[in-house]
Nanobody
Framework: QVQLVESGGGSVQAGGSLRLSCATSGFTFSRACMGWFRQASGKEREGVGTVRSGGITTYADSVKGRFTISRDYGKNTLNLQMNSLKAEDTAMYYC?????????????????WGQGTQVTVSS
């Protein structure tokens, strides 16, 4: 079955960096649309960005230039490098997968989700 396991969350001061990872199994990672999402306490879930099977990425305006999504095809792992973190980046971060897709956007219905990893940025 499809499994997505996030790691790498933690607490960091504003301006710092964190790298999240999402270990995947149960589907063909190289062909899937993958995404990162986040949900702050009391707020709706929002998209951070997506990456197509070939590596093309899209990002939310709020993280452009600061966050980078990448894929490690050898390890079937999705990564999220977060730099210049701000207090408003504090949230639970989730990775998501859509093994077969026509479009790969934040609005895509991903279907599979990890359990999340908490990121806390102090100002």
């Amino acid at each position: 079955q499809v499994q997505l396991v996030e790691s790498g969350g933690g607490s960091v001061q504003a301006g710092g960096s964190l790298r999240l990872s999402c270990a995947t199994s149960g589907f063909t990672f190289s062909r899937a649309c993958m995404g990162w999402f986040r949900q702050a306490s009391g707020k709706e879930r929002e998209g951070v960005g997506t990456v197509r099977s070939g590596g093309i990425t899209t990002y939310a305006d709020s993280v452009k230039g600061r966050f980078t999504i990448s894929r490690d095809y050898g390890k079937n792992t999705l990564n999220l490098q977060m730099n210049s973190l701000k207090a408003e980046d504090t949230a639970m971060y989730y990775c998501a997968a859509r093994p077969s897709y026509l479009s790969c956007e934040i609005s895509t219905d991903f279907g599979y989700w990890g359990q999340g990893t908490q990121v806390t940025v102090s100002s």
